[in-house]
């Protein structure tokens, strides 16, 4: 069955420091999306990605954040400069044809920011 | 008033009986509806999705959908302990290109 994968699983990173969180989605897919769920809290959104443009974004998804999807596989998140509150898991997610589709999420990429 | 809420939890239920969770939303425009288990440290798997007023059946679960009341159900028959897990409820405006989640409820069904 086609999933979603993340790489890495995980990433330590010291404050101010950038990271890319890479997500390869399901093939056919068109629509693409980065959430985080900080630890014991809810699944947050904060970006979705259609015909390699920005869809919508959360309030979360500031000046620090940006999303590329370089080639024709790859969808990334690039956090700039990160701060302490950055520290969450990070899933990216696809959808088929639709933003109303049910979601395929990746297994996720726990950031922690020392 | 949050977007999605789901009843508090944590539920507990007993193995074999019926696990009733429940969601409601704030954006009476809203149109597609999902259900999604989430075990501890894992990323979340879809259960059921609903799009329209009624009941929906697959195999144990039923979701089931009230747009007057602005509200959805899931429903797990015959509970198992791998039911054990955070459900959660999620919602999508039209022309939103994203699905907004509650908090979610945690199920435990004890052996």
């Known amino acids: 069955e086609p999933e979603v994968t993340q790489t890495p699983s995980h990433q330590v990173t010291q404050m101010g420091q950038e990271v890319i969180l890479r997500c390869v989605p399901i093939s056919n897919h068109l629509y693409f999306y980065w959430y985080r769920q900080i630890l014991g809290q809810k699944v947050e959104f904060l970006v979705s990605f259609y015909n390699n443009e920005i869809s919508e974004k959360s309030e979360i998804f500031d000046d620090q954040f940006s999303v590329e999807r370089p080639d024709g596989s790859n969808f990334t998140l690039k956090i700039r400069s990160t701060k302490l509150e950055d520290s969450a898991m990070y899933f990216c997610?696809?959808?088929?044809?639709?933003?109303?589709?049910?979601?395929?999420f990746g297994s996720g990429t726990q950031l922690s920011v020392l | 008033q949050k977007e999605v809420e789901q009843n508090s939890g944590p539920l507990s239920v007993p193995e074999g009986a019926i696990a009733s969770l429940n969601c409601t939303y704030s954006d009476r425009g809203s149109q597609s509806f999902f259900w999604y288990r989430q075990y501890s440290g894992k990323s979340p798997e879809l259960i059921m999705f609903?799009?329209?007023?009624g009941d929906k059946e697959d195999g144990r679960f039923t979701a089931q959908l009230n747009k007057a009341s602005q509200y959805v159900s899931l429903l797990i028959r015959d509970s198992q302990p791998s039911d054990s897990a955070t459900y959660l409820c999620?919602?999508?405006?039209?022309?939103?290109?994203?699905?907004?989640f509650g908090d979610g409820t945690t199920l435990t069904v004890k052996p």
């Open positions: 999620a919602v999508n405006r039209p022309n939103a290109g994203k699905s907004t």
């Open positions: 997610a696809s959808s088929a044809v639709s933003a109303n589709e049910k979601l395929f």
């Open positions: 609903i799009y329209s007023n």
